[in-house]
């Protein structure tokens, strides 16, 4: 179950006629969005002392607990209001997909984490490994090579970095760290796996 702790919130109600605040619900891991919501002040008292998400359903005029029909129950992280208190950051554990539909989120996307440019930088490594349109670029030429050449460079850069570490020149530190982290995103892929491997792995030692 979650760890959320309670505690005393100022959300302005009144600010709306039907005593409603529109709810963003947002996975506490990967930080994607899965679905919005709306909360009176009672959903928020349940919400915080069941540490299960509720909400309050427009069509059907009552509480409505998410999952409760499905189980996929969204487990209460943490919750925190906008600068006008008007509108509600609900942080959660999903339990299995949100929308109903059966997708992740109500967006239809999968709710992965995503690493930022090094998301993006994998997939342009996946590309250049499998392109098939003669072009000749250093990661295929690496590729081409096989699993010892870059296991090779990644111990070569590994040094570089090492031996930049103990001078005083950061320029030349940060360059050899991206280089480092560049082979070893290949090296990743020649082994059959991605930074989201690597993540499972530290989260399982995670204590």
């Not at 942080?91 to 997708?103: A, D, I, L, Q």
């Not at 059959?192 to 491997?197: N, P």
Request: aromatic content about 8%; glycine content about 6%.
């Amino acid at each position: 179950m979650a760890n959320y702790q309670q505690k005393k919130m100022n959300v302005d109600f009144k600010k709306n006629e039907n005593g409603l605040v529109p709810a963003v619900v947002q996975d506490a891991i990967t930080k994607n969005v899965l679905m919005l919501g709306y909360m009176n002040a009672e959903a928020l008292r349940k919400t915080q002392e069941t540490k299960r998400v509720t909400f309050y359903s427009r069509s059907k005029k009552r509480l409505w607990t998410k999952g409760e029909e499905s189980g996929n129950y969204l487990n209460l992280i943490d919750i925190k209001t906008d600068c006008d208190n008007d509108t509600l950051l609900v942080s959660v554990s999903p339990t299995g997909p949100t929308c109903h539909k059966g997708s992740d989120t109500c967006w239809n996307q999968e709710n992965t984490t995503s690493f930022g440019f090094l998301s993006k930088l994998e997939s342009v490594i996946e590309k250049r490994r499998v392109s098939s349109d003669g072009s000749t670029s250093y990661v295929a030429s690496l590729f081409e090579k096989g699993i010892n050449k870059i296991a090779q460079k990644v111990g070569e850069e590994a040094v570089e970095t090492v031996i930049e570490a103990k001078d005083n020149n950061d320029e030349l530190f940060l360059n050899e760290s991206a280089d480092l982290l560049f082979h070893y995103l290949i090296l990743l892929q020649a082994k059959g796996f991605s930074l989201k491997d690597i993540e499972a792995e530290l989260k399982k030692r995670h204590k």
